[in-house]
């Protein structure tokens, strides 16, 4: 018997494994420090290997695949159901390995050294982008203030060098240029859905990485009764985010658009709230952005429907 499965629970300094053969049979259990990791897999034949998907669990992907082995990641909320007990770091490893043969496991495309640095770039942004709105302050107030103000205006500059620094990724980066020519998609959600989104052929269908990105409603069904309340929220919560801020300007800009996603979005004002409508058109766009990633191609508006004549009627 040899090990065939393993299950990794990542760690600061000392990592867990988990390991099994092809009838199931507990191999191994034992920890490891970061510098022994992979001489320790070095020497295994190839076996499927999991860990939870995290920054770091990309870069220990990267080298464990180099060495021959086939390594999955899964989202920590996947693996929780499989936690049997307590929680620590042995049971973790156990569910990992567990979870990551289930046959309808859902798992965590691979990113490129690349794409994580291009997502560190959008990380940082996201953290300086808290310039104040401007308000009127008494002088001795704007004395106080003066250091807090000069740091502000140091963020932004570094905010502009970052988006420059994003801009000339995207110019390098076809995948980002098709993304932009959707609408309500511009430099910064194209690079950042094309540095996350290693391989959109991981989701089924664009409902599916909808739903990946919590933009879909949160069910409470049973009995054979559908209950569905707020979004999920599940997944990437910047992506999500950015999407939402995009969908917010096409919902501003409806009255203007010919297409007939512009029909499309005034139908939907007059029935829903304005709120309602911006996230059913975050949604819409997410499922136009995967269609955009597998299929190689740029976004089209779609033309309005000709209206149906008496001649063309008779016609038919």
């Not at 990542?10 to 053969?21: E, M, N, P, T």
């Not at 970061?34 to 669990?57: K, N």
Request: proline share 5%; net charge positive; hydrophobic share 45%.
């Amino acid at each position: 018997m040899h090990v065939t499965t393993i299950g990794i629970d990542l760690a600061k300094s000392v990592f867990q494994f988990h390991g099994i053969d092809d009838e199931g049979e507990v191999i191994f259990r034992k920890k490891l420090r970061r510098s022994g990791v992979l001489d320790f897999l070095q020497d295994l034949p190839p076996c499927l290997i999991g860990m939870e998907a995290c920054a770091s669990a990309h870069f220990w992907a990267r080298e464990i695949k180099a060495l021959g082995h086939d390594v999955r990641l899964i989202p920590p909320v996947y693996v929780k159901p499989y936690v049997k007990r307590q929680k620590n770091d042995a049971a973790d490893a156990e569910a990992i390995c567990e979870a990551v043969t289930r046959p309808t496991m859902r798992f965590v495309a691979i990113k490129s050294i690349n794409q994580q640095g291009v997502l560190m770039l959008h990380r940082s942004r996201d953290l300086m982008e808290t310039l104040p709105e401007e308000s009127p302050l008494p002088e001795i107030a704007r004395m106080a203030l003066g250091s807090l103000m000069a740091q502000l205006d140091s963020l932004a500059s570094e905010i502009h060098r970052l988006e420059r620094r994003l801009l000339a990724w995207h110019r390098a980066d076809e995948v980002s240029q098709r993304l932009e020519t959707i609408p309500g998609v511009g430099i910064i959600t194209a690079t950042a859905l094309a540095a996350s989104v290693s391989d959109p052929h991981v989701f089924k269908n664009g409902r599916q990485f909808a739903a990946f990105l919590g933009l879909v409603p949160r069910q409470n069904s049973s009995g054979g009764k559908d209950r569905l309340g707020r979004i999920s929220k599940m997944g990437d919560g910047y992506l999500r985010r950015l999407l939402v801020m995009g969908a917010t300007s096409v919902i501003r800009r409806a009255d203007k658009n010919t297409s007939a996603t512009g029909a499309w979005v005034r139908s939907l004002l007059e029935r829903k709230p304005a709120r309602l409508t911006t996230v059913a058109m975050a949604n819409k766009t997410a499922r136009i952005a995967w269609a955009v990633m597998t299929r190689g191609d740029v976004y089209r508006a779609p033309a309005m429907p000709r209206p149906t004549t008496l001649s063309s009627s008779v016609e038919a």
